[in-house]
Nanobody
Framework: QVQLVESGGGLVQPGGSLRLSCAAS????????GRWYRQAPEKEREFLAT???????SVVDSVKGRFSISRDNAQKTVYLQMNNLKPEDTAVYYC???????????????WGRGTQVTVSS
């Protein structure tokens, strides 16, 4: 069974930066589409960014200019770089990716369990 594991969350002061990583818990063939979401307390899960297999990246307007998504195909990892963090960015951040485990397989969508990001002075 494949799991996506997020890492890189934590406590950061306003204006600070964090880079979140998302990787599979076991060896896989590749990640096709990678996405990041977040969910703040008592709010619905919010889509943030996506990156295509070819590396085309897009982020939602609410975080554009501060957040960026990238990938390392060799490491089979998707990243979310977050700069100039604000208290309202406090949330659990989730990775969601389409994973090909074996070359003969079709992509399967997986969610990570999330990593907490807290922005506070």
């Amino acid at each position: 069974q494949v799991q996506l594991v997020e890492s890189g969350g934590g406590l950061v002061q306003p204006g600070g930066s964090l880079r979140l990583s998302c990787a599979a818990s076991r060896n896989i063939y590749r990640i096709t589409y990678g996405r990041w979401y977040r969910q703040a307390p008592e709010k619905e899960r919010e889509f943030l960014a996506t990156i295509t297999p070819e590396g085309h990246a897009s982020v939602v307007d609410s975080v554009k200019g501060r957040f960026s998504i990238s990938r390392d195909n060799a490491q089979k990892t998707v990243y979310l770089q977050m700069n100039n963090l604000k208290p309202e960015d406090t949330a659990v951040y989730y990775c969601n990716s389409d994973v090909i485990v074996d070359p003969k397989d079709r992509p399967t969508n997986y969610w990570g369990r999330g990593t907490q990001v807290t922005v506070s002075s």
